[in-house]
């Protein structure tokens, strides 16, 4: 897998050279004209929404335990908000650079805006490899990080979450630090501990909300779940959620994937006995569940759906021809390039775009935050029926968009997404 911003040689099914993908800012923007094209969004709306608000870049030193300082570079991209306030995760990962941040933020802002959330979009990222770090590492890492951008964060400022190798225990030295210097605020972030404010069902909700998201998508096509073969690549905490309700609905997960690889079986994985070993912290190539196969052989395999759950940008204009599922569940963010993207529609794969199969963690963190401003907590019932109506509701109106439309459910999508940040944009006065 290429990282943000390399180029690559692509081609078509056809065997035609399709353009080479750009870096992701760029990308989602291609994809951004495209649905604007759909809603006939005018020029100056469109330069108003293409480009963040604000971008901070900071240079972060970490004392390790072994008394060295080490320098990491971290980011806060805030996208947009004019439908309230800025709301994205935070990851770390080597890989970690401003166009896929900025990326993320702008994706941010579509997807709260499709699931009519009152928040913009932002992301956050630090580029360094946890696996290489102690826990007090991580912790004076996370503080540092905190309070040098702690001034643009806040409740009703900017929200963050937990993203890519980030959890629940980051997210609490993130509150605390930030508590330290503005006082108690525990709905200054998402994804928290319970004994901190966090909710039943936020951890499970991204994986959840992509089971959701899926039934709603066999309701409208007419389709049984039950016995379908679903192949996802990652089993973190998304992948691993996910395939546990699937399991538990009677879909048949053929394959999964993590760092170390996959296992496969035509007729369906234990997931049970792989989550369980997942959750002591095993690789998959260690479960003794399945046959082996690599990452690459899993998003070729003959399956009806087929999630990439894990990195972005792993399926480009060179590796969509050999792609064999129904349809592609994006539970990932950004895993289609705009060329692979265009390969899969020329072949008749239906892709549920990102901003839509995904969005259960936004709105799980809505939920949160919305029970600490509250400060009332519901029960786990509520957190996820609320979830499935979210979901299934905005599922509804894509595709109702896209068949209004006769565009892509990406388009529709975005399209959704788009009118609503516009009109806000416009009836707040941004361009008069």
Known sequence: MARCGERRHVSTASGHPSPIDPPAHEAINRYIDAAADVIDLSAEMRAALRDPAREVSVQIPVRMDNGSIHMVRGYRVQHNDSRG?????????????????RALA?????????????????????????????????ERLTRRFTLMIGSILGPFQDIPAPDMNTNAQVMAWIMDEYSDRYGYSPAMVTGKPLALGGAPGREAATGLGCVYVLEAFCEHNHLSLIGKRVAIQGFGNVGRHMAWELFKRGAKVVAVSDVSGGVADDGGLDIAVLKDHADSGGLLIDAGVG??????????????????????????????????????????????????????????????????????????????????????????????????????????????????????????????????????????????
């Open 291 to 432: 046959d082996h196969i690599s990452n690459a052989e899993l998003l070729a395999m003959q399956c009806d759906f087929l999630a990439p759950a894990a990195l972005g940008e792993v399926i480009t204009g060179s590796n969509a021809p050999s792609v064999r599922a129904r349809a592609i569940l994006e539970a990932a963010n950004y895993p289609v390039t705009p060329s692979g993207d265009e390969v899969l529609g020329s072949n008749g794969v239906t892709v549920i775009p990102d901003v839509l199969a995904n969005a259960g963690g936004v709105t799980g963190s809505y939920f949160e935050w919305t029970q600490n401003i509250q400060q009332f907590t519901w029960k786990l019932d509520r957190f996820n029926g609320e979830l499935s109506d979210r979901l299934k509701s905005a599922y509804a109106s894509v595709h109702l968009f896209s068949e209004q439309h006769g565009c892509s459910l990406r388009q529709a999508a975005y399209g959704i997404g788009l009118h609503r940040v516009a009109e806000a944009t416009r009836i707040r006065g941004y361009l008069s």
């Open 85 to 101: 306030p800025y709301k994205g995760g935070i990851r770390y990962h080597p890989t970690v650079d401003l166009s896929e941040v």
């Open 106 to 138: 702008s994706l941010m802002t579509w997807k709260t805006a499709l699931v009519d959330l009152p928040f913009g979009g932002a992301k956050g990222g630090v580029e360094i490899d946890p696996r290489d770090m102690t826990q007090y590492e991580l």
